[in-house]
């Protein structure tokens, strides 16, 4: 059974950084891209990066670029997400995703694209 777990959410002020982690186990990290996406009371998932199966590309929602980094360590099945200068709108739950992928450098950025997703962590940003 495909498992994904977040960990690394907590309490920041604005300006603060912070360091998500993802861990997959039940399969193979191989063959699949990941994305994290986030959920903010009363609004819709939405995407915030993506990085394919090799590492080799990543994508951002304009929102994150320039204050968030996604990485993964295929050995360990490992993703992370680096976020700096954290503001407030940032706030919400963040979710880890695999979706299959037919090459090493396809990236998803559509959640109905990923098959499995992790159950979240909170991120909240104060002012």
């Known amino acids: 059974q495909v498992q994904l777990v977040e960990s690394g959410g907590g309490l920041v002020q604005a300006g603060g950084s912070l360091r998500l982690s993802c861990i997959i186990s039940?399969?193979?990290?191989?063959?699949?891209?990941m994305g994290w996406f986030r959920q903010a009371p009363g609004k819709e998932r939405e995407f915030v990066a993506t990085?394919?199966?090799?590492?080799?590309?990543?994508d951002y929602a304009d929102s994150v670029k320039g204050r968030f980094t996604i990485s993964r360590d295929n050995v360990k099945n490992m993703m992370y997400l680096q976020m700096n200068g954290l503001k407030p709108e940032d706030t919400a739950v963040y979710y880890c995703?695999?979706?299959?992928?037919?090459?090493?450098?396809?990236?998803?950025?559509?959640?109905?694209?990923?098959?499995?997703w992790g159950q979240g962590t909170q991120v909240t940003v104060s002012s």
């Open positions: 995703a695999s979706g299959r992928t037919l090459t090493y450098l396809d990236v998803l950025r559509i959640a109905r694209e990923y098959s499995d």
């Open positions: 039940g399969r193979t990290f191989r063959n699949y891209a």
């Open positions: 990085i394919s199966e090799s590492g080799f590309r990543t």
